[in-house]
C-alpha cells in the first residue's frame, strides 16, 4: 500500500508526535503563555497552567523544558493521577540525584536543603511542573503550599508550574483552597484555536513536513475545524486519517467532501 507520505511527496510525517521544539506551530498565544512561563521560572513565581484536553499543554511543557537554560535552571518534572505527598517527595528528590527518606518530614528537609543549595552555591533555579494536576487531592494541594512556604533569604529557591484541565481551576476556587490560590502569581490558559488558526495549523504541519503546496481546500479546512472544535490533538488525528484516506483515493487536493466521509467512516 502507498503511504500518504509518498503520494504526497511528503519529507516527513505532518501530524506526528513529538515534532522538534524548533518546528512547533507557535500562535500567538503560545508564544505569550510560553513568555509567561519562563518569566515565572526567572522570577521564581507560581503559575498555574490550564486548558482542554488535547489543546497542547504537555507540548508547551515540553517546549519549556528544552528551551530552559540547563546552567541556571533544573526542571522537576511530575505526571501521577495518584500522587501522594510521599511520592511527591520521594519523585522529586530523586530527579536531584538524592536517595530520599520514606519519612515524610525528613524528606521534606531533605528538598528544602537540596534546592536552597542549588540556589546559593551553584544558582541554579528549581523549576518543578505538575502535570495533570487537576487529578490533585486536597491532601496533595496541601503539599504544594508547603513548596511554596520554602525561602532563602527571603526568596523562594523554586518556581511552581501546575498545569491540567479547567477543573484544576475549579478545584482551586473551592473556599478549602483560598490559601493556596492567593499564592498565585500567574494564570495561564490555552484556548482552542479559531477556525483559522486552525488552518495556520494544518498549512504549519503541512509545510514542515515538506510541501509548500496546498494539499487541503479551504471547505476541507472548515470540516476539519467544525468537528475538531479547534483542538490541536484532533486536527492531527482528523488530518492523518484524511491524508490515508486521499491517498488511497488518488485524490491531490482534499475538500470537504473527503473530510466529511472520513469523519463519518472513523470517527462517528
Given at each position: 500500500m502507498l503511504m500518504y507520505e509518498e503520494f504526497y511527496e511528503l519529507s516527513g510525517t505532518p501530524f506526528a508526535k513529538g515534532i522538534p521544539t524548533d518546528k512547533l506551530f507557535k500562535s500567538t498565544e503560545f508564544t505569550e503563555v510560553s513568555n509567561r512561563l519562563s518569566y515565572v521560572s526567572k522570577r521564581h513565581l507560581f503559575a498555574v497552567l490550564t486548558g482542554e484536553c488535547g489543546t497542547g499543554k504537555s507540548t508547551l511543557l515540553r517546549y519549556m523544558s528544552e528551551t530552559l537554560d540547563p546552567r541556571k535552571y533544573h526542571l522537576l518534572y511530575i505526571s501521577d493521577s495518584k500522587l501522594t505527598p510521599?511520592?511527591?517527595?520521594?519523585?522529586?528528590?530523586?530527579?536531584?540525584?538524592v536517595a530520599p527518606s520514606w519519612n515524610k518530614a525528613t524528606a521534606k528537609?531533605?528538598?528544602?536543603?537540596?534546592?536552597?543549595?542549588?540556589?546559593?552555591?551553584?544558582?541554579?533555579?528549581?523549576?518543578?511542573?505538575?502535570?495533570?494536576?487537576?487529578?490533585?487531592?486536597?491532601e496533595m494541594l496541601e503539599e504544594i503550599r508547603f513548596?511554596?512556604?520554602?525561602?532563602?533569604?527571603?526568596?523562594?529557591?523554586?518556581?511552581?508550574?501546575?498545569?491540567?484541565?479547567?477543573e484544576l481551576w475549579e478545584k482551586l476556587n473551592l473556599q478549602k483552597c483560598t490559601a493556596i490560590r492567593q499564592r498565585i502569581d500567574i494564570r495561564c490558559h490555552l484556548n482552542k484555536y479559531d477556525c483559522s488558526r486552525t488552518g495556520d495549523y494544518i498549512r504549519h504541519h503541512l509545510s514542515i513536513a515538506g510541501t509548500s503546496g496546498e494539499?487541503?481546500?479551504?471547505?476541507?479546512?472548515?470540516k476539519v475545524f467544525e468537528y475538531s472544535t479547534g483542538i490541536p490533538r484532533m486536527i492531527?488525528?482528523?488530518?492523518?486519517?484524511?491524508?490515508?484516506?486521499?491517498?488511497?483515493?488518488?485524490?491531490?487536493?482534499?475538500?470537504?467532501r473527503a473530510?466529511?466521509?472520513?469523519?463519518?467512516g472513523e470517527f462517528m
Amino acid at each position: 500500500m502507498l503511504m500518504y507520505e509518498e503520494f504526497y511527496e511528503l519529507s516527513g510525517t505532518p501530524f506526528a508526535k513529538g515534532i522538534p521544539t524548533d518546528k512547533l506551530f507557535k500562535s500567538t498565544e503560545f508564544t505569550e503563555v510560553s513568555n509567561r512561563l519562563s518569566y515565572v521560572s526567572k522570577r521564581h513565581l507560581f503559575a498555574v497552567l490550564t486548558g482542554e484536553c488535547g489543546t497542547g499543554k504537555s507540548t508547551l511543557l515540553r517546549y519549556m523544558s528544552e528551551t530552559l537554560d540547563p546552567r541556571k535552571y533544573h526542571l522537576l518534572y511530575i505526571s501521577d493521577s495518584k500522587l501522594t505527598p510521599n511520592n511527591f517527595y520521594r519523585l522529586l528528590l530523586e530527579q536531584l540525584g538524592v536517595a530520599p527518606s520514606w519519612n515524610k518530614a525528613t524528606a521534606k528537609r531533605q528538598l528544602q536543603e537540596q534546592m536552597s543549595i542549588k540556589q546559593a552555591v551553584d544558582g541554579i533555579t528549581t523549576v518543578c511542573v505538575v502535570d495533570e494536576s487537576h487529578l490533585l487531592n486536597q491532601e496533595m494541594l496541601e503539599e504544594i503550599r508547603f513548596m511554596l512556604n520554602m525561602k532563602f533569604d527571603s526568596v523562594s529557591p523554586i518556581a511552581l508550574v501546575l498545569a491540567g484541565q479547567p477543573e484544576l481551576w475549579e478545584k482551586l476556587n473551592l473556599q478549602k483552597c483560598t490559601a493556596i490560590r492567593q499564592r498565585i502569581d500567574i494564570r495561564c490558559h490555552l484556548n482552542k484555536y479559531d477556525c483559522s488558526r486552525t488552518g495556520d495549523y494544518i498549512r504549519h504541519h503541512l509545510s514542515i513536513a515538506g510541501t509548500s503546496g496546498e494539499i487541503f481546500t479551504d471547505g476541507a479546512i472548515q470540516k476539519v475545524f467544525e468537528y475538531s472544535t479547534g483542538i490541536p490533538r484532533m486536527i492531527d488525528k482528523i488530518c492523518t486519517n484524511v491524508l490515508i484516506y486521499g491517498s488511497q483515493n488518488r485524490l491531490r487536493l482534499i475538500d470537504d467532501r473527503a473530510v466529511q466521509m472520513v469523519i463519518d467512516g472513523e470517527f462517528m
